[in-house]
């Protein structure tokens, strides 16, 4: 049988190692260093919030959010099982996981969003944007560890770097079509009535699209918290770092021990902030009132638990 | 009056090539062999117009003939491919980015068929969306919306939902977002479209109410025919883009352009176009004193008449009919009725402007209608056979009234 590597063999390997490493790596490395210097202080200033905040006001918080947009079902989940994970003691790593997640689904907001405004905007930079999207998604993310490795190092940040390639693209992919979908003939008549590009964006096309920006969101923790045990592979801690650690002692008990805290965490971000997109309610709420929300269940603990459901 | 926007050789071609597109319809081929040739959708060919201040333009034509393109294109919504379009002057065919903006926000606004509210808020916002556009402070804008809702009998509802509001009140708050900005010209692409038919008809006197007062420069897109009578100084018929009359609705009416405009017009409301005047023939009428009912009896039979007006010096005394009159005179032969008794006084009158539609009541009862001017003085009558005859559009358009000659050479006119 004839086959096309009788022919010609290509060292493919060859050329990426030196694209990566012959070229890439000597001459870009400070910029990549550089780069990571705001996401290791948003992790920074995040985890030593979450591990300073006591437990059980943690605690409390979360439950009162579930109360708040999941309901009373949720709000004793949460108690639980946070209780059983301060039990099992993975209380501080499950914080330093939680502030990776929230570092990794911010930087991917700040990125996504706009980057899902403009693709929105032009057909063009759409066209170029989404076979970006699909590479990012079906890559395998062992593939791109090791670049980001040679790159940035190992820790935390190169962590959350991976964490932030894996989780993009939904929240870009989302706010694109929820901008796509805001009704033409409402287009229309802010354009009819003198509008601006930004006074458009601002007034109908973000707050219509609020929506499906937020399950956009939702998808991106989810993406998020998937990444947890490869990125500690890299050097992230946190829970990801106990199984990784179970795995290398054959040690099931820590292994399993670390896998529950992520799925009590999972389930308990997840149902937060799908409650919170769907009471995005479009009829009812300002953008700025919906962001507001947002960020007083992601950040401070004392408004959350005030704010009574309804 | 002054004219307030005037179009001339506006074009809209959609795809293809534009100046290609241009000269295949200046060869005279059609949109449909254009569009087969080039893939181009002509959108509007060569409509020119000139809309006046304070006037309402209707502008109608069937589905896909261009009416929405065209309306879009006068606040540069849609570019035109070519042309010209003057308000007050400045040409928004010409006109860059900023300059179109300025020009909508302060002297153009639009309503649109599906209302196009923004969901998400509340009434008394949505009406002043011109205002914040224009970065007018919110308290400011929160008093003119609230005076523009009181206009349109919705301040009860400024701090609701549009989605609360029922299908005509939303239109109603579509139309006070127009009006908020002061705008000049008001853009209506089938505002009452999507509206029952009474609610339509509530609106359209609305509309008609509020230009009492504001008279602003409308044009008016509708597809039907009885809105644009109701609503139309001038009204302009398109077809495949373009224009093809221009005119009052009697003039379509009486002289359509061409078969497309015949067959526009044929089931048009007719009761609606059509007035007293159209109809009206000179009265025959004979003074009260000195008539005796039997010199009355034969003035009837000379002129084929069966009733006619007795007046009393200026004022319209009466009416006689040749039945009762007859009648009396068979039975009365000892004691001779006078006309005094037999006279009927409770006659139907209208004014020259009133609508057949609204003489049909009173034709009911079988006596002419005496025409008269607002100091009660006899100028014409109508008989109730012409109402009916005009109303199903097989008589001679005013076949009857005063300017006879001019009447003759309309009606050679080709149908
Ligand atoms: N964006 C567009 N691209 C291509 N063709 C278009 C576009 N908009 C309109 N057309 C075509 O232009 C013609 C006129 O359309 P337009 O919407 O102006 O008609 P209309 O008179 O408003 O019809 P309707 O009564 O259905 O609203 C149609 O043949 C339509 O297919
Ligand atoms: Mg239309």
């Not at chain 1, 190092?153 to 894996?166: K, L």
């Not at chain 2, 006689?320 to 139907?348: H, K, N």
Request: with cysteine; glycine share 10%.
């Amino acid at each position: 049988m004839i086959s096309p590597a009788d022919l010609a063999t290509l060292p493919f390997d060859d050329w990426v190692n030196a694209f990566v490493r012959g070229w890439l790596v000597p001459n870009f490395r400070p910029t990549f260093r550089a780069a990571q210097v705001p996401i290791s202080t948003v992790l920074g200033w995040l985890d030593t919030f979450f591990r300073f905040v006591p437990m059980i006001v943690m605690t409390a918080a979360f439950a009162a959010a579930a109360w708040k947009t999941a309901g009373r079902g949720m709000a004793i989940f949460t108690l639980l099982g946070f209780a059983f994970i301060d039990m099992i003691g993975l209380w501080n790593d499950t914080m330093t996981t939680l502030a990776m997640i929230v570092t990794s689904v911010l930087f991917c907001a700040v990125m996504g969003i706009p980057a899902g405004i403009l693709a929105a905007r032009s057909d063009t930079v759409w066209r170029i944007m989404r076979p970006v999207l699909d590479i990012m998604q079906t890559i395998p993310s062992f593939v791109y560890l090791v670049p980001i490795v040679m790159l940035f190092g190992v820790g935390m940040a190169p962590g959350i770097i991976a964490t932030i390639v894996f989780a993009l693209p939904p929240v870009v992919r989302l706010t694109n079509l929820g901008i796509r979908n805001v009704r033409g003939d409402l287009i229309e008549a802010a354009e009819a009535f003198g509008s601006t590009g930004w006074q458009m964006l601002w007034d109908l096309q973000l707050p219509l699209a609020l929506r499906t920006i937020m399950a956009g969101l939702n998808q991106t923790l989810m993406l998020a918290l998937s990444m947890v045990v490869i990125a500690a592979l890299i050097g992230a801690g946190g829970l990801g770092l106990v199984v990784n650690t179970g795995l290398g002692r054959l040690d099931v008990g820590g292994a399993t021990a670390g896998g529950v805290g992520i799925v009590i965490l999972a389930i308990v971000l997840d149902r937060i902030t799908q409650g919170l997109a769907e009471r995005t309610n479009v009829g009812k709420l300002s953008l700025g009132q919906a962001l507001a929300n947002l960020f007083r269940l992601r950040g401070s603990s004392a408004a959350a638990e005030t704010k009574k459901a309804g | 009056m002054q004219t307030k926007l005037s179009v001339s050789h506006l074009f809209k071609i959609f795809g293809g090539n534009i100046s290609a597109t241009l000269q295949l319809l200046r060869e005279g081929k059609s949109k449909q062999e254009i569009l087969a040739a080039t893939g181009a959708t002509v959108g509007v060919q060569d409509a020119s117009f000139q809309v006046e201040e304070g006037e309402i333009f209707v502008v109608m034509g069937l589905s896909g003939s261009g009416k929405s393109t065209l309306v879009r294109m006068l606040n540069g919504l849609i570019t035109p491919s070519a042309g010209q379009i003057l308000i007050d002057g400045e040409d928004v065919a010409q006109a860059d980015k900023a300059a179109l903006r300025r020009i909508r926000r302060q002297k153009i606004s639009m309503i649109f068929q599906h209302f196009a509210l923004f969901p998400h808020w509340t009434v008394a916002d949505n009406v002043a969306y011109g205002l914040k556009v224009r970065g007018v402070p919110p308290a400011q804008r929160r008093a003119r919306a609230l005076e523009v809702l009181e206009q349109v009998g919705l301040a009860p509802w400024a701090d609701s939902l549009p989605s609360d509001l029922s299908g005509g009140m939303q239109q109603r708050v579509g139309l006070a977002r127009g009006l908020a900005a002061e705008p000049d010209i008001l853009l209506m692409d089938e505002p009452f479209g999507a509206l029952d038919p009474l609610i339509r008809r509530e609106m359209q006197m609305e509309l008609l109410n509020l230009q009492k007062t504001l008279k602003k420069t409308i044009v008016f897109i509708t597809h039907d025919l009885n809105e644009a009578l109701l609503l139309g100084g001038r009204i302009a018929i398109m077809k495949d883009g373009r224009i093809v009359q221009t005119g009052t609705a009697q003039e379509i009416v009486t002289a359509p352009a061409d078969d497309y405009v015949a067959a526009f017009v044929a089931d048009i409301d007719r009761g609606r176009v059509f007035t007293a005047d159209d109809v009206c023939s000179a009265p025959v009428t004979i003074p009260l004193q000195g008539t005796s009912v039997r010199d009355a009896l034969r003035i009837m039979e000379q002129g084929g008449a069966h009733a006619l007006y007795v007046m009393e010096g200026e004022r319209v005394a009466g009416v006689v009919t040749y039945r009762d009159l007859a009648a009396s005179e068979l039975e009365g032969g000892a004691a001779p009725t006078t006309l005094q008794q037999a006279m009927i006084t409770e006659f139907p009158t209208a004014s020259a402007g009133t609508s057949l539609h609204d003489l049909y009541g009173p034709a009911g009862a079988g006596l002419p209608i005496a025409v008269t001017d607002d100091r009660d003085r006899l100028l014409a009558v109508v008989q109730p056979g012409d109402v009916l005859a005009h109303l199903s559009g097989d008589a001679a358009p005013a076949d009857a009234a005063a300017p006879a000659p001019i009447t003759e050479e309309t009606d050679d006119q080709p149908r």
